[in-house]
């Protein structure tokens, strides 16, 4: 296994906080925003190894909050660029990171009244990323 850059960890990060992100954005509110954030720290939280490393460590990831389209264009390549950055470096740790974020995206859907529509739709996007490419 060759180690990450920092900029490779950063890719990581964006991909999985921006999906946290953008699942939260999808049913806006303050009060569902808070029991988010703390679902999706605990799915981040049980990631091992490489990813948890890059999650863990390093600044936060600077995503764009102008409009959901904006989120979208940065998180969901940067999805797809994290797969293809584990499967060169680490492999076996392409599945914990699919794994990581999607459990995370669907704990914050769950966190307050149940997955909505909205947020279903998002998770299929995130998940479309992270399957790569066809």
Known sequence: MEPLTED???TLRTGAFGAV?????????????????????GALGDASGVVKEALTTGRLPQ????SALEIEATVLPA???A????????PADVETYRSVVLAAAERVAQAHR???TSEAAVIDKIRGALAGPA
């Open 8 to 10: 490779e960890r950063l």
């Open 63 to 66: 995503l764009p909050r102008d």
């Open 114 to 116: 149940g997955k909505s």
């Open 79 to 81: 999805l797809r660029r």
């Open 21 to 41: 992100f953008l699942v939260s954005n999808a049913e806006p509110g303050m009060l569902s925003l808070l029991r988010e954030s703390f679902a999706a720290s």
């Open 83 to 90: 797969v293809e950055i584990l499967r060169a470096k680490s």
